[in-house]
């Protein structure tokens, strides 16, 4: 009896175990999907999509990734609502790595959705400079940047301005030769609003989450300056709808000079769309940009693995593709990239002011709008 | 009625009425889908915009607090202006090219006609957009006009895009055939014996299109002016193409507000402003329509 019962109990345990058993090789044998999830215009997608990830697998064949892309962000909140609903409800959560706006990751901190990010979990994360990482707060990894800087044609321009002020000056005395793009189209136009705007009052205070509208009576001499310059721009003080259309004019030579994003003037001049004559700089003190960072669900099926992509995004032959697909700045110290690289990108390398926060950037908008273009 | 209703009295009655009742499900079945819409995505929607609109911000009873916000906005009235300026304009102006090629197309036979009857409606077959993009790179400073000029001795050369002409031109141009085909259908329903017939009491080709033409072709030609007042004050791609900075089309405007400078309420008040404008509007195609039925029956 008592050896039948033994007989039973070593089949039970056998039935139990042989599946398992079974279903962990091949769990080691079939590699890992991570989700990726991208907020981004189709250049980040592609570099993404054919950079990025297919490099990351060969590098490591254990795991396999699959985008999902989000055009221009469209769906951010609702990725957002997914992963606090699984982290309410106990759950772990299918977005292993998202790329999205600080306002996303902001708005998960409270809810304890990210992982916390540090060298010890991330070895690369040292290479990165400490202050881009403490704007994030710890949840975002700054993988790549750029930032707003000044396209001029050389074959024009023999002297580009070094400061806004000089810029100010070139522009008023090369009339219809200037426009920066419609605030509402793009960040580049914002920039140059914004130069204006820091010209006469401090960035930090409207970069920070504070917001009140009566801060805003400092812009009044930016929109006077700005609403002097109008006369001066290109066709009378029209302003183009959108970053490209800018580079456009330029292109064509319709312009000699405009507020450009780096990594759109770099990738337009390599591509031959503007002339090799078009150089681009940064101006003292600089326009604004930004870091675009991901962020770890800290609850998701497969944090070792996008850990492991994480850091492989920090190493030299990621951020080379940063570069070399969309021209954006590296993620981690210039000092780690070759020379090449760094003697490319000598002219627009520098330091960037921060962004107004999204509440002062809409009123700027709408401000730009009644007292510059509308000239009231 | 306890009974199975199978009463003698009441068995012919009721067979004619649930014939009338079925026809009249099937006619509720049939109007439903399409009134449903019209419901929910239509009517519930406005109701709520207007609501809205009227509801203050930090609480309390209805005002029209949002509306003067809105018209007291120097550049908000300048952008109403502009629209319906744009608008009138461009109606004008398609009527005026479209009137005589409807005419033409409707009284010619020879095989300029035809070739033209087919041409005039290309536009309808391009999208907004890509049109919108063709006329900025036909007129735009180094277009296609631009160089044309140029070469012909004009130096002065004035803008084209990127202001109200550069929307009044796109608009013509995508509009012509919409308005050819309302105008041209309405001249093909007159009788040719009554133009015949003024021919030979001795009426010349102006007073046969004064006193025959026009008066027989005036509903088909409200028709035709209110949906090109409505399309054109309602368009958004052509004016954010091909418009200027400011004053801006309202459809442009609103979408600033909305998606901009997040601010909602302007945004939704405008709409109703909007809305009211081609209600107006919109009264003279339902009176010109209403008329039409009353003159068929």
Known sequence: MRGLVTVLLALMVAVVLIPAAGLRTAGAAAPATLNVYINGDTNIL???????????????????????????????????D????????????????????????????????????????????????????????????????????????????????KTFDDLVAWIKANPGKFTYCDPNTGGSGQAFVSAAIYRFASPEKFAGNAYDPKEETAWEPAWK???????????????????????????????????????????????????????????????????????????????????????????????????????????????????????????????????????????????????????? | MTGTGLDPHAATPVPRRREGLRQGALGLALVLPPLLVLAFLVALPAVTAVIETLTPAGGGGPTLANYARVLGARTLRADI?????????????????????????????????????????????????????????????????STLLYQAGVRAFPRLVYNGTGIVLTQVWVNIPFAVLILGAGLQAIDDALIDGARDVGAGPLRTFASIILPLNAVPTMIALTLLFIGVFGSFTIPYLVGGNAPAMLGVTMTNYLTQYLQRAQAVTIAVLAFLIASVVGVVYVASVSRRERGAR
Do not use: C
């Open chain 2, 81 to 145: 202006v502009f629209s319906v300026g744009i608008t009138l304009v461009s109606v004008a102006v398609v009527f005026a090219l479209s009137y005589p090629l409807a005419l033409y197309l409707r009284f010619s036979r020879g095989r300029a006609a035809r070739v033209l009857g087919v041409l005039f409606v290309v536009p309808l077959f391009v999208p907004v957009v890509i049109a919108s993009f063709a006329m900025i790179t036909f007129l735009v400073n180094h277009g296609f006009v």
């Open chain 1, 225 to 376: 300056l700005l609403r002097d310059l109008q006369p001066a721009m290109y066709n009378n003080g029209f302003h183009p709808n959108g970053n490209v259309a800018v580079l456009q004019l330029l292109g064509q030579q319709n312009i000699y000079m405009a507020s450009v994003w780096s990594d759109m003037g770099l990738d337009f001049s390599k591509r031959g769309l503007v002339p090799k004559t078009v150089k681009f700089e940064q101006i003292s003190p600089p326009l604004f940009g930004g870091d675009s960072t991901v962020t770890l669900p800290s609850f998701s099926a497969h944090l070792e693995g996008a850990l492991t992509l994480l850091n492989w995004l920090l190493t030299p032959e990621a951020q080379q593709m940063v570069i070399s697909d969309v021209s954006g700045y590296p993620g981690v110290d210039w000092k780690y990239m070759p020379d090449s690289v760094r003697k490319q990108f000598a002219d627009v390398a520098k330091p960037y002011s921060p962004l107004p926060n999204a509440k002062y950037l809409a009123d700027i908008k709408r401000l730009w709008h009644d007292r510059v273009a509308a000239g009231q």
């Open chain 1, 46 to 80: 592609d570099l993404w999509s054919k950079s990025l990830l297919p490099a990351f697998s060969k590098r490591y064949p254990q795991y396999r990734a699959n985008m999902v892309g989000l055009m221009h962000g469209n769906g951010g909140q609702g990725v957002l």
């Open chain 1, 82 to 161: 997914k992963l606090i609903a699984a982290k309410r409800a106990g759950r772990t959560t299918d977005v292993d790595l998202w790329e999205t706006e600080p306002s996303m990751v902001e708005q998960g901190i409270p809810e304890g959705l990210w992982v916390k990010l540090s060298d010890k979990l991330v070895p690369n994360l040292g290479k990165v400079p400490a202050e881009k990482i403490a704007a994030t707060g710890g949840y975002g990894a700054p993988y790549r940047g750029s930032s707003v800087v000044i396209g001029y044609n050389s074959q024009f321009v023999k002297n580009p301005p």
